[in-house]
């Protein structure tokens, strides 16, 4: 694969929503802000459009390069032209989740009711949440559908809520190291790192915002306590094994000494740097909340799904276990839904999928560049019953801009089609009926054919657009190289 240039300068810019957001819970939000990046360009149809969707503490900044950064986005290895989701086909859209303090409204924004930040007052959120916040953005950029969703980590949480909730506006879904549901190992390290800011005596009860302080230490702590669970044990012995910091003999005392002791207190100091308190406690919790299985039934809880899914488990992540995502898989097989499964070799732990870029976007494109008829097509029908006569057909075509117009029989079965060439051989032959005019032996495909079948009999019959049928062969829309080629041939 062939990388080009980057993204460059990006911007990040911010929604404000005129009406208020409903809860999980039947709280009221009002009227959040929801922070967002662009990448790439819409194209007509407005059908190259994926969604990702980012981890715990994750921003809106996915991509490319802010004034005086000193690093890209938290993807910028996947993201980009050329990349598996490449910018030069695809309109990438990342939104900062609901209750975080990355510019999407959340406990350390100000409360319109007190013109105080929300603290505590903030009402508790889901994943489901977050999502409806996301439909939020999308309706008002005026996106009906989503060629791809993607994620990891609590990104893929969404994905699959996504998939459940939207299930006909998400026609491929990528679901990395993540879970439907939160294990009760998963929920104890959360609960410990909400109790280590609790117990900081500058928490104040979530209103340190008002008092000038900060719980920093009991944040670093939470971040020290996370971070070893985004690790492989295979990858601290590689990076740090026993090496003492600095020293060359233990100090028999309870000071820093070893490398890895060292690294996670950095790691903690440095987010408490960039993070909010509340904002931790509140994601930690949608985290420790998220369940998606009917009566414990995962199969039940995703009949919904219609999307093409990849599932991506990382060997080495021993907080969201291939096992655990292998049960999404089987669930998603029993209700015969479309789904691949990739297992990423890697040491690195849960945090592969921010690192391993070499696999990722092998598996990525792969998955992606499988693009079917429906992920593209246009499912407006225009269709001309066979009794019509021909200035009828002409009228329609010249109103709605038209040059193929599918006719169909009683049962709206197609039965052939007519084109403008038709209308003028119609003229050249004093013909009176569409009967004596159409073709009646029409190409046709299905909403599941693959585009690379498509683009081949296209170009073998010099045609530029086909009816899309159902097995009834009755017609569900339509399908033009104008639609394929802002997505697929670049």
Request: charged fraction near 25%; hydrophobic fraction near 35%.
């Amino acid at each position: 694969m062939t990388y080009k240039k980057s993204l460059g300068n990006v911007s990040t810019k911010y929604y404000k929503m005129k009406e208020d957001l409903q809860l999980d819970t039947g709280n009221i939000l009002e009227t959040p802000t929801i922070a967002y990046e662009t990448y790439g360009k819409l194209n007509n149809e407005k059908s190259n459009v994926i969604l990702v969707c980012h981890a715990l503490t994750g921003d809106a900044h996915a991509a490319g390069w802010h004034d005086g950064d000193k690093k890209p986005g938290w993807w910028n290895i996947i993201i980009g032209p050329g990349k598996p989701l490449d910018t030069n086909r695809y309109f990438i859209i990342c939104s900062n989740v609901l209750g975080s303090c990355k510019g999407t409204t959340g406990p350390c924004d100000i409360n319109p009711k007190t013109n105080k930040p929300y603290g505590l007052d903030f009402p508790i959120i889901t994943i489901n949440d977050m999502v409806k916040a996301q439909k939020k953005l999308l309706d008002y950029l005026d996106i009906k559908h989503l060629y791809a969703v993607v994620g990891g980590s609590m990104g893929g949480m969404q994905v699959l809520q996504w998939t459940i909730t939207y299930p006909d506006m998400v026609r491929n879904a990528i679901m990395i190291a993540s879970g439907a549901y939160s294990t009760p190992q998963q929920i104890a390290f959360n609960a410990v790192q909400r109790r280590s800011i609790i117990e900081d005596p500058n928490w104040k009860g979530g209103k340190y915002y008002e008092e000038g302080v900060s719980p920093e230490q009991g944040l670093s702590v939470a971040r020290m306590i996370a971070h070893i669970t985004y690790l492989s044990n295979e990858s601290m012995y590689e990076k740090f094994g026993r090496k003492l910091q600095d020293k060359n003999k233990f100090s028999y005392d309870f000071s820093t000494e070893f490398q890895v002791e060292s690294y996670l207190e950095h790691q903690g100091s440095t987010f408490t740097k960039k993070f909010d308190a509340n904002s931790y406690l509140y994601l930690t919790k949608a985290l420790d909340y998220f369940e998606v299985r009917k009566n414990t039934s995962l199969e039940e809880a995703l009949k919904p799904v219609k999307s093409r899914i990849l599932i991506m488990s990382i060997t080495s992540d021993w907080l969201y276990t291939h096992e655990h995502m292998e049960e999404i898989v089987m669930a998603l097989r029993a209700n015969n839904v479309e789904v691949s499964y990739s297992r990423l070799n890697s040491e690195y732990g849960h945090d592969a999928f921010l690192i391993e870029n070499g696999q990722m976007n092998y598996i990525i494109s792969n998955f992606l560049s499988k693009a079917r008829v429906k992920d593209v097509m246009s499912h407006t029908t225009l269709t001309l019953d066979y009794t019509a006569d021909i200035k009828e057909a002409a009228e329609l075509m010249m109103n709605c801009n038209k040059t193929h117009i599918p006719i169909v029989d009683d049962d709206k079965e197609i039965v052939g089609i007519i084109t403008a060439w038709d209308l003028s051989k119609a003229i050249a032959t004093n013909a009176n009926s569409i009967d004596d005019i159409m073709t009646k032996n029409v190409l046709t495909c299905t909403e599941y054919d693959s585009l690379h079948k498509v683009i081949r009999k296209m170009k073998e019959h010099n045609i530029s657009g086909l009816p899309v049928i159902d097995k009834n062969h009755k017609v569900i829309g339509s399908i033009t190289t104008a639609h394929i080629s802002n997505l697929y041939e670049k």
